[in-house]
């Protein structure tokens, strides 16, 4: 059974950082993009950032642009999303997702989905 576990979401003041993970199992992931996606209370789901399997093509939502920061452990199955200069408007439930298209993923849709972890940014 695949598996998408986010950690490292919490409670920061404006201009701090947080460092998100999300491990998955269950499979093979090998060729498999990678992404993260949030959704605040009464808003839709946003696209957040992405990457390709080799880590080589990133992509990130102008909203993210220079702050945060997608990266990749392939050897453990592991993604991982650096936040800084965090706002208040970070403020959102923060998912992972996983899909052999990148495409797929910047354009919100993947087969596979973690549970979420909250971060909330206070001003």
């Known amino acids: 059974q695949v598996q998408l576990v986010e950690s490292g979401g919490g409670f920061v003041q404006a201009g701090g950082s947080l460092r998100l993970s999300c491990a998955a199992s269950g499979r093979t992931f090998s060729r498999y993009a990678a992404g993260w996606f949030r959704q605040a209370p009464g808003k839709e789901r946003e696209f957040v950032a992405a990457l390709n399997w080799s880590g080589d093509s990133t992509y990130y939502a102008d909203s993210v642009q220079g702050r945060f920061t997608i990266s990749s452990d392939n050897a453990k199955n592991t993604v991982f999303l650096q936040m800084n200069s965090l706002k208040p408007e970070d403020t959102a439930g923060y998912y992972c997702?996983?899909?052999?298209?990148?495409?797929?993923?910047?354009?919100?849709?993947?087969?596979?989905w973690g549970q979420g972890t909250q971060v909330t940014v206070s001003s």
């Open positions: 997702a996983y899909d052999k298209s990148l495409r797929s993923l910047r354009l919100g849709s993947a087969t596979y």
